[in-house]
Nanobody, 120 residues
C-alpha cells in the first residue's frame, strides 16, 4: 500500500510559477510510474498532465508541454511538478497517481489533490 500526499498548491498570478510535490509513503521504486492529473472546475473531465516512469522517462500533455516539468527525488520518495508560465486555464485540483496497471490502464494509488488557482 502506498499513500500519496500532494502539497504546494496555492494562488498565483498568470505568468507565475509553482512547484507541486507528491510525497509517497513507500519507496517510489516500488511503483512503475507516477503521474500528475488535474481536474478543472465546472465538472470538466480529469486530464493527464505528466507522467514519469521508473526509468525516468517523461511524457506531457500538449497543453503543458514546454511549461511544466515532472521530476523525481528518489531519496525523498517525492515526485515534483514544476509549473511555469502559468495560465488562468491551468486552474484545477492537481492530483498524483502511482503504479499503473498496464492491462486495465488504471492507477493503483491516488492522492487527495492540491488546489492551484491562477488569477489574471
Amino acid at each position: 500500500q502506498v499513500q500519496l500526499v500532494e502539497s504546494g498548491g496555492g494562488l498565483v498570478q498568470a505568468g507565475g510559477s509553482l512547484r507541486l510535490a507528491c510525497a509517497a509513503s513507500a519507496s517510489i521504486f516500488s511503483v512503475n510510474a507516477i503521474a500528475w492529473y488535474r481536474q478543472a472546475p465546472g465538472g470538466k473531465q480529469r486530464e493527464l498532465v505528466a507522467t514519469i516512469t521508473l526509468r525516468g522517462n517523461t511524457d506531457y500533455s500538449d497543453s503543458v508541454k514546454g511549461r511544466f516539468t515532472i521530476a523525481r527525488d528518489n531519496a525523498k520518495n517525492t515526485v515534483y511538478l514544476e509549473m511555469s508560465s502559468l495560465k488562468v486555464e491551468d486552474t484545477a485540483v492537481y492530483s498524483c497517481a502511482a503504479d499503473l496497471d498496464q492491462r486495465t490502464r488504471t492507477w493503483a494509488y491516488w492522492g487527495r489533490g492540491t488546489q492551484v488557482t491562477v488569477s489574471s
